[in-house]
C-alpha cells in the first residue's frame, strides 16, 4: 500500500473509531466484563465492525471479551474456509455454526419472492441461541447508520410505522441484549475502509439478484438525496434522537386528551411526558404573552 492510501486508510479508522466509541458511550453499549458475541457474515461491515471492536478493545479503560460468529446457512457454493482462515489470522476466538437455513427458506418461500425477511428470521434465531450456548452477555451486529435510515423508511413507507434500528435493543423474549456499534457511521466510509483493509469479503447470494427489492428502492433515494443535498442524510439521522411526540399524533405515546392550556405544550406537572429538558411541563402566564 502507498503512503497516501496508507494515510487515508488511518483516517477513516480514526473517524469510524471515534463514531463507534461515541455510540457505545451514548447508549452505554459495552461494560467491564462483558463477553460480545460479534456476528460476522463476511461481509464489509460485519469485518469493519469486528476491526474497530478489536481496535478500542486494546486501549478500553474496560475489560471486554470478543468471540466472532458466523453461521454458515450452507448456500451452494459457499467458501467455508475464508472466515476460519481470516480469523485465525487476527487471532481472534471464532465459532462457525452450521445450520441449513438455506434449504428452509427455499422449501418454504415460492419461486420469484424475496427470500431476505424469513432468512433474516432464522439467522436471528438460531444467532440468539447460540449467544445463549456461549455466555454471550452482548450480540454484536454490523448496522450503521444507513442501514438505521433505510429501516426508518421502509416502516414509513410500507408499513404504517415511525420505526427503525434502535442502536441497543433486548430481544423480545428478555434474553438477549443486542446493540450495533456502527450506529453512527456512513456507508461509504465503511466500504472505502474494507477496501483499503482488503478483507476477504463474501457476497450473499442467497436471495439471488432479487431485483426491485424494497429496501434497494429506499437505498438508491438516499443515495440520491446524499448527492443532490449533502447534509441532509446527516440531518434526517438526527431527527430520530430528537423525537417530539407532542407533535405527532399517537395517542398511545403522547396523552392528548389531558392538554390543559396553560403550560409548554400544554402538558401539566401530573402527565407522563418525555423525559426531555424542553418538555418538563411550564406554567405560563397567559396575560403576560
Avoid at 56 to 67: G, K, N, T
Avoid at 109 to 128: D, F, I, N
Avoid at 243 to 248: A, D, K, T
Wanted: hydrophobic share 40%; with cysteine.
Amino acid at each position: 500500500m502507498d503512503k497516501k492510501m496508507k494515510v487515508r486508510q488511518n483516517k477513516l479508522q480514526k473517524r469510524l473509531r471515534r463514531e463507534m466509541g461515541k455510540a457505545i458511550e451514548d447508549f452505554n453499549m459495552i461494560e467491564d466484563g462483558d463477553k460480545i458475541m460479534v456476528c460476522l457474515s463476511g461481509g464489509k461491515d460485519s469485518y469493519a465492525m469486528l476491526d474497530i471492536l478489536m481496535n478500542l478493545q486494546r486501549s478500553a479503560p474496560i475489560s471486554f471479551e470478543l468471540v466472532a460468529v458466523n453461521l454458515d446457512q450452507k448456500q451452494p457454493g459457499f467458501p467455508e474456509h475464508i472466515l476460519p482462515a481470516y480469523l485465525k489470522s487476527i487471532e481472534v476466538p471464532f465459532h462457525i455454526v452450521e445450520r441449513d437455513t438455506y434449504s428452509v427458506v427455499k422449501s418454504v418461500v415460492p419461486e420469484g419472492k424475496t427470500t431476505c425477511a424469513l432468512c433474516s428470521r432464522l439467522r436471528r434465531g438460531t444467532l440468539y441461541g447460540f449467544a445463549d450456548e456461549i455466555g454471550a452477555t452482548k450480540i454484536a451486529l454490523g448496522h450503521h447508520r444507513d442501514d438505521i435510515l433505510e429501516t426508518f423508511f421502509l416502516n414509513m413507507f410500507y408499513g404504517g410505522k415511525l420505526k427503525s434500528m434502535p442502536p441497543k435493543l433486548v430481544s423480545d423474549d428478555g434474553k438477549n441484549m443486542v446493540i450495533r456499534p456502527l450506529a453512527y457511521a456512513r456507508e461509504k466510509d465503511i466500504a472505502e475502509y474494507a477496501a483499503l483493509k482488503e478483507f476477504p469479503i463474501i457476497p450473499c447470494n442467497l436471495c439471488g439478484s432479487q431485483d426491485g427489492l424494497q429496501r434497494q428502492v429506499i437505498k438508491e433515494m438516499l443515495q440520491t438525496w446524499d448527492k443532490q443535498s449533502p447534509g441532509r442524510i446527516e440531518t434526517m439521522f438526527r431527527s430520530l434522537q430528537n423525537v417530539v411526540p407532542s407533535h405527532l399524533a399517537d395517542t398511545e405515546v403522547f396523552d392528548f386528551k389531558s392538554l390543559e392550556v396553560g403550560y409548554r405544550h400544554g402538558i401539566t406537572p401530573s402527565m407522563q411526558g418525555p423525559a426531555k429538558t424542553s418538555d418538563v411541563p411550564e406554567m405560563i402566564d397567559i396575560l403576560s404573552v
